[in-house]
């Protein structure tokens, strides 16, 4: 019988970085990942799979890392985890036997048993799951009317990358305006309108009732009766935790069926961990839990698994989901840290708001420049930074995990303010008019009235 160190089961982003991780901090130890496709797919890029790659080959994460560092692949599925004996049973009869588990499972789209018609012909979900996902192109190409339902980030890209392909794109979110759990609707209506002028369809407001359809779906139901004709429906409205596995093998699950974890990702068996989608969140602001599942945030969990396993060190542990987004739009970027404004008053924090529109350059008469809009939610009485949002040009993404790393150090409105940046013309905003300062500026100046 097989003996390994440290087993991690699942190779996609979480399964991937826990794997590597655990072979560099334990060099000593035999680190082996086992995963059940022989090529796995990067999750944010799967949409563009459908338009800007082209193909999921170029979307998929390469093995030779891992082997690089040292990790031994398998390619084999787990069917069974025996807690008392340390052991894995895999499909194929064999056992291997570990000291320390990692489970990365991750999760699986969502589809409502309620949802009539979710199991006609061309009716999909967006797994991360190539053979299903080359199917689900190939059956696209000979479909000109799709409609996608959820207008979270999956919905919004898989729309905005359909439309490129000439394919006439139907987006319905039941929620007032797209992206909305992630950004208030000063930014959610901006996305909206960019995805308009592109070609997407937005209904917003308005759930889907039933799917219509004899055998083969030719149309969607709204809630208010009106009927959208189709000949393909994307349904991506969630994903929940892959964690069958480990309740199978009793190992505890919160209610809403995630792995249940402590600060340093273990599971009530210390020897077995868990981290990804399948791993309990919980909110680094409010501390209740949550479902949010991104792979920044897996990763994240998968290092602080990954060098925690044989020594416990409490300052690398996982204080909580800060929820950092992005996404692009053509030319526009959206993304956005922490909380919103809207979650901010339900959760009862006292807060001040900001709104500044800059420029991510300077001066503004330079090719390529955009306009950039910092929205800052801060704590009233403290001036601790809660949430922010940004739309601008590609600069988005970093001036946005910038936010991210504000709100988990704690960072005040006037830490902010007396922060020393560099700029450049070609780079970043000016040095006089920073767009992130400058709304931390007007934040400031509420304060003192």
Known sequence: ???????????????????????????????MLVKKEKQTLVPCGIPYIFGTLGESEKDGLPDLPLTNAGVNLKIAEVESIDQENKKCRFSDG??????????????????????KGSDLQNVFTIPKDKEYLDRLKQSLENCKKIIVIGGGFIGVEMSDELVKLGKSVTLVEMMPHILSLAFDAEISVKAEEILQSRGVKIKTGSGVKEIIGDKKVTGVKLNDDEMLDADAVILSIGYRPNSKLAEKAGVKINKMGFIKVDEYMRTDNPDIFAVGDCAEKFSFLTRTVMGTMLASVACAEARIAGMNLYQLSTVRVF???????????????????????????????????????????????????????????????????????????KSTGELVNLIGFLIQNRMTVDSLLTSQIGTHPLLTGSPAAYPLIKAAEMIALKHRR
Request: aromatic share 8%.
């Open 1 to 31: 019988m097989e003996k390994i160190d440290v087993l991690v089961i699942g190779g996609s982003a979480a399964g991937f970085t826990a794997a590597t991780t655990a072979k560099a901090f334990y060099n000593e130890k035999n680190v």
């Open 94 to 115: 064999t056992d291997i036997v570990f000291e320390k588990l990692i489970i990365a499972t991750g999760s699986t789209p969502v589809v409502p048993a309620w949802l």
């Open 319 to 393: 204080g909580g989901t800060i929820s950092v987004f992005c996404t692009a739009l053509g030319d526009y970027a959206f993304g956005a840290a922490g909380i919103t404004e809207n979650l901010a008053k339900q959760g009862n924090f006292e807060i001040l708001t900001s709104i500044f529109e800059g420029f991510d350059r300077h001066p503004a008469t330079l090719p390529d420049c955009e306009k950039q809009i910092v929205k800052l939610i801060v704590s009233k009485g403290s001036g601790i930074i809660l949430g922010g949002e940004v739309m601008g040009g």
